[in-house]
């Protein structure tokens, strides 16, 4: 393992926050990596993108502090701002003092790309980090871009042999020129149906609906955070996740016991942005799902699959449907997955013996084992 930092450690890129609907949750990410990370092996280099698209050098004090002042903190950009240089050799990152001075800052031996939704996780941020010639932790940059598209990702699917629910795709361009032969393909799936932005996570501006005059109105919420809408068909079935973990040296990814989310009460109607990272009371896991032996097996081969079918590296989380009639329809993929104290990701590897600091170095080190550029 190279290294460019002081004391024998590797130095560790947290890069955190950004410009999607999921920044305040990528630093809530990036402070439970942190808790976890072995200060021994590797030093920490935080950066973090402000909402306006700026990057900045940050640190532990700054990061602990926003996260103490609200459940969803925003990262302001306090310190000097930071660009990567591109190039292999090129030294460190470049800061830029509030006085208009350069310097050269800390080297970076890889990166762990702590960035949920667009402009983060969908292939653009891993695209510069190949530029530099930076080693990164998770998928590349296909893989990143199929895995944040949930109408490509459905096709990547379809194509490897697994089973997807009924769904229609809608365009801004449909939506504005052919509007009524639009309604008339999307009525053809049977209600509910969930209306989705293409291309957002964390359920960010996905809508329920159960009946059609409320459609409108749930394309107006999806298309506030994109021009592309995924509408699915409502399956009558359980929600089941299973995680996946790369392996060394080209060996085959592992799957962890499926888990499911449970919902408790009556607040949320399905397991929704607030449920997933702001009331854990809202909500319960359930690790290995209570399923017969042969379907988790089915669920652990089928998330391998998936993982696979968009040459996915690193981690991912595959979401599925057990269905009332006892099929194995595969939801989507995240291949970035939240870490905060409450995501499903690292729950499952600690259900299933890895625990959650393991599996941070597990993936530092997957990053360093493989090259840059095409692989």
């Known amino acids: 393992m190279t290294t460019n930092a002081t004391a024998g450690r590797t130095t560790v890129g947290i890069l955190f926050g950004g410009v999607s609907s999921e920044h305040s949750i990528s630093l809530i990410t990036a402070q439970g990596v942190l808790g976890v990370l072995d200060h021994d092996q590797y030093e920490p280099v935080l950066i973090g ?7 900045h050098l940050s640190s532990e004090d700054e990061l602990s502090r926003l996260a103490a002042e609200s459940k969803l903190p925003e990262f302001r950009g306090e310190g000097p701002q930071a660009s990567l240089p591109m190039g292999e050799g090129q030294g460190g990152i470049f800061l830029r003092h509030a006085d208009g001075s350069f310097e050269e800052g800390p080297r970076l031996d890889v990166v762990f790309p702590l960035l949920h939704g667009p402009f983060g996780e969908d292939g653009t941020v891993q695209g510069l980090l190949e530029m530099a010639r930076l080693p990164y932790v998770g998928a590349g940059v296909t893989a990143s871009a199929v895995g944040m598209d949930k109408h490509f990702m459905k096709v990547a699917f379809e194509a490897a042999g697994l089973e997807v629910g009924p769904y229609r795709v809608v365009t801004a361009r449909d939506w504005a020129n052919d509007r009524e032969n639009v309604t008339r ?17 964390s359920s960010c501006g996905i809508t329920c609906i159960d009946s059609w005059d409320q459609l409108e109105a749930a394309i107006a919420t999806a298309h506030e955070l994109d021009p ?10 359980r929600e089941i996740e299973c995680a996946v973990l790369d392996g060394a040296n080209h060996e085959l990814p592992k799957a962890s016991h499926p888990g499911e ?4 009460g009556d607040t949320h109607t399905f397991y929704d942005f607030e449920a997933k990272y702001l009331e854990s009371s809202s909500s319960e ?6 399923l017969p032996q042969e379907v988790r097996e089915e669920i652990r081969t089928k998330a391998i699959q998936a993982f696979l079918s968009l040459d996915g590296e690193g981690l991912s989380r595959c979401d599925f449907f057990y269905t009332d009639d006892g099929r194995v329809v595969i939801n989507e ?8 104290p409450i995501s499903m990701y690292g729950m499952m590897w600690a259900e299933s013996g890895i625990g959650y600091g393991e599996l941070v170095d597990r993936l530092i080190r997957l990053a360093l084992e493989r090259p840059v550029g095409l692989r």
Do not use: H, Q, Y
Request: proline share 8%; glycine share 10%.
């Open 228 to 237: 592309k809408l995924v509408i699915e068909e409502g399956i009558s079935g």
């Open 185 to 201: 393909r999307l009525r053809e799936l049977a209600l509910p149906v969930f209306v989705k932005p293409a291309r957002a996570g």
């Open 285 to 290: 896991l359930r690790c290995p799902a209570d």
């Open 261 to 264: 989310i449970e919902i408790v």
């Open 333 to 340: 993929v995240n291949t970035m997955p939240g870490f905060t």
């Open 49 to 55: 993108i402000t909402r306006e698209g700026t990057w």
